[in-house]
């Protein structure tokens, strides 16, 4: 089993950017494929980015290519979400999640995620 933790949310301008973590501990994190999820207030949950265990392979909701940018360190056990170019639409809660399997954008297929962490986009 893996635990996961984000961090890195917060309150910033559009325009703006924040860099989202998530922290892996038990398993080692390159036994996962990783992914980002989204949740707005009243809204379903939604796939954001995926990485692939290597890192060579990524893959994006189509509102958030060429701004967001996803990443991982298997020697820190670490995935990232670096976010530029943020909008009002963005702010929701960011969770982190990974699966044993293959890349996915249905969180269904995820077995472990973080608790969140919170990104509000202010106009």
Known sequence: QVQLVESGGGLVQAGGSLRL?????????????????????????????????????????????????????????TMYLQMNSLKPEDTAVYYCAANGLRQSTMWSHYHYWGQGTQVTVSS
């Open 21 to 77: 973590s998530c922290a892996a501990s038990g398993r080692t994190l390159n036994y996962y494929v990783m992914s980002w999820f989204r949740q707005a207030p009243g809204k379903e949950r939604e796939f954001v980015a995926s990485i692939s265990r290597s890192g060579d392979s990524t893959n994006y909701i189509g509102s958030v290519q060429g701004r967001f940018t996803i990443s991982r360190d298997n020697a820190k056990n």
